[in-house]
């Protein structure tokens, strides 16, 4: 394991720590804003915890979605006369061309 590994899976398990922290922090927050009687503090503290709740979990779910990329094999075609789905070449110049009618 090389040093930018290490530093990428202590970046994604910082940001699912911190965002974890905050969907909890939110959760509270909208369970006190039910005791409060004041019924714009409720409305602002209600709004509020949404947000917070609404971001942590979009930041999660992407941390999420980039650790599974990260972890799942690589897609390849099973067949071994074909090419490979994910390829780094540059298309040939028949694959670049547009079909004409005898193609079709």
């Known amino acids: 394991m090389n040093l930018l590994t290490i530093k990428w899976w202590a970046v994604k398990i910082c940001w699912v720590a911190v965002s974890i ?3 909890i922090f939110g959760i509270d927050l909208l369970r006190a804003a ?3 009687n004041h019924p714009s503090y409720f409305l602002l503290t209600f709004f509020s915890s949404n947000l917070i ?3 942590s979990g979009a930041i999660l779910a992407g941390m999420l979605v980039k650790i599974y990329l990260r972890l799942r094999p ?3 075609n099973s067949d071994p006369g074909q090419e490979d789905v994910v390829s780094d070449e540059e298309p040939t110049e ?3 061309e547009h079909p004409t009618e005898s193609d079709l």
């Open 21 to 23: 922290f905050f969907t």
């Open 34 to 36: 039910y005791h409060l």
């Open 53 to 55: 709740i609404l971001i």
């Open 74 to 76: 690589p897609i390849t």
């Open 94 to 96: 028949k694959e670049t």
